[in-house]
């Protein structure tokens, strides 16, 4: 079973429905399919075949979707990346995974060209660029016999359809290997949980790179033969407004999204008519309390949170009746998902007893790509181990409530960064003495990174010029938004940083 071939049947099924709407512009099921096609014949003329894998760095576009299911209809592994990855981080996510092909666009591929060009097996596919590059590669809609490749599906259910990199604690970042059977799994149950229907339109304001994007809300949608509305980029005033004049039924966002439209709806005037809609979900950071009531107070509509990670989709959620919704809580495992809540020991800890998150489902991943180590140690008897905290309330049927993370894990904007990858590039500069970054509450953001650094004793620089040498190097939203001097950084008695006295002392200035 391929994960494409179920879209593709859905696609047959509402042939002249609107699937995909992009900033105005219709593709109908029939439509989009047929485009898939074409981008499939696209890759067979480069040589892609099954398991090979492809890297998209693109913008939010609908040629990233065409290119997604064509890589999977062929059995290849798509390898989605943040446009705003760095050169640095483009070349290690392509040397890690051993990619045949990076499919970019012309302003990404001229700020990457340059770190790349060692990497002589590597084929380059512009998606906005005419026949000056390539007339095989911008004519490739078609074999040279003028027949098209048909889609094979020539995959088993465990066969890795996507690799999802993730920020590593010892700043390398593993790929999570994420099999057909995972994303049919998770769409399948999300699609039970959620209610979706073919009379549902979701408004799409999410990246596409990102699993929230991508594998939650585009699947879903197109599972269910639902109509996508999709904007390029996130506005608050214009979300206000497509809601009601594309009569949507669903939105998706994270916390810093919620917060934007909240912050939005005193200067609406009219304010929405909102009848249409049916279900507001957030994910990817925690929603806080105050989010939640103010919401809900201020729209009527109680915003159902759910529970999530790259390694494994979706965990669990709130149930779909409103008042089974509770503020600070991701709600109840999905179907076909188990979770233990364990001890340092790995034993079940009392019902309201804080643990350790542990998953096991056709949800869970196949490990990390090229790291059976890193693999080994985060399964125990196929049990995953996610690293997150939390609880189950015994006197309501086991509701799950996160608590915070037992690694260093900062979620900024629904975006997930890890310390030491930040520390790492702090610490290459020759001012530095050591550096320790954290994650402090943001009302926008759920979290920004900060960092506080002890500079070596002759060293003068200011924080700006540390900042800007983080953006070279790495995503924004991974750089420091803010930056704090200190003589020394706090330490036990083992030297380890105590990063909990840091962050109370930096959130008082």
């Keep these: 079973m391929n994960l494409a071939q179920l879209i593709s049947e859905t696609a047959a099924k509402y042939a002249d429905k609107p699937a995909i709407i992009f900033e105005g512009k219709v593709w109908t099921y ?13 890759l067979d003329r480069l040589g892609i075949k099954k398991s090979d894998r492809v890297a998209i760095q693109l913008p939010k576009c609908i ?59 590597l084929q380059i596919l512009l998606q906005d660029e005419d026949l000056s590059l390539s007339e095989v590669v911008a004519n490739a809609s078609i074999r040279s016999d003028g027949t098209e490749i048909a889609a094979k599906y020539a995959t088993d259910l ?8 993730t920020s590593g604690t010892t700043g390398r970042s593993k790929g999570a290997a994420i099999s057909h059977r995972n994303l049919i799994a998770n769409m399948q149950a999300l699609h039970k949980a959620w209610a979706w229907s073919d009379r549902d339109i979701l408004l799409h304001v999410l990246p596409l790179f990102h699993i929230h994007g991508l594998n939650v809300a585009t699947l879903g949608g197109l599972y269910a033969g639902a109509t996508i ?31 934007r439209l909240i912050d939005t709806w005193e200067n609406l005037a009219p304010k929405p008519d909102l009848t249409k809609m049916r279900l507001f979900i957030s994910g990817s950071a925690p929603l806080s309390d105050r989010q939640f009531h103010q919401f809900e107070n201020l729209t009527g509509f109680r915003i159902l949170e759910r529970y999530g990670m790259t390694e494994t989709g979706m965990n669990a959620s709130n149930l779909i009746e409103a ?24 034993k079940n800890v009392q019902m309201s007893e804080v643990g350790e998150v542990w998953i096991r489902g056709d949800n869970v991943f196949q490990g990390y790509w090229e790291m ?40 900024t904007g629904g975006f997930n960064v890890y310390p030491k990858e930040i520390e790492n590039v702090i610490e290459c500069h020759e ?3 050591e550096s320790a970054v954290l994650g402090l509450e943001d009302r926008d953001f759920g979290e920004r990174v900060v960092a506080a650094i002890a500079l070596k004793e002759t060293a003068n620089i200011t924080s700006e010029a540390l900042i800007e040498h983080c953006k070279n190097r790495l ?8 930056i704090f001097f200190v003589a020394k950084l706090p330490r036990n008695a083992m030297g380890k940083i105590q990063k909990n006295i840091l962050a109370q002392q930096l959130q008082n200035l």
């Design 63 to 121: 040629e990233f979707l065409f290119f997604h299911f064509a890589i999977l209809s062929i059995g290849a592994i798509s390898l989605p990346l943040n446009p705003d990855y760095r050169p640095e981080e483009v070349v290690y996510f392509l040397t890690d995974s051993g990619s045949s092909l990076l499919v970019t666009s012309k302003i990404l591929y001229s700020r990457v060209q340059p770190s790349i060009q060692h990497l002589s097996e």
């Design 431 to 433: 001012a530095v003495k």
């Design 475 to 482: 995503a924004n939203y991974k750089c420091p938004k803010q």
């Design 158 to 165: 465990d066969d890795i359809a996507m690799i999802l990199y």
């Design 30 to 42: 029939q439509e989009f399919n047929r485009q898939v096609q074409c981008y499939i014949t696209k």
């Design 229 to 259: 509305v999709m904007l390029e980029k996130f506005e608050p005033q214009r979300v206000w407004d497509t809601l009601v004049s594309a009569n949507c039924t669903m939105l998706m966002g994270v916390p810093t999204i919620y917060q």
């Design 323 to 346: 008042d089974y919704r509770k503020a600070k809580s991701v709600g109840f495992p999905l179907a076909g998902v188990s979770i233990r809540i364990v001890d340092r020991d790995g």
């Design 372 to 411: 059976p180590e890193k693999t080994a140690e985060s399964f125990v008897d196929r049990w995953f181990r996610t690293g997150d905290l939390g609880f189950q309330d015994p006197d309501d049927n086991g509701r799950l409530y996160l608590v915070g993370r037992a690694k260093e894990l900062i979620i």
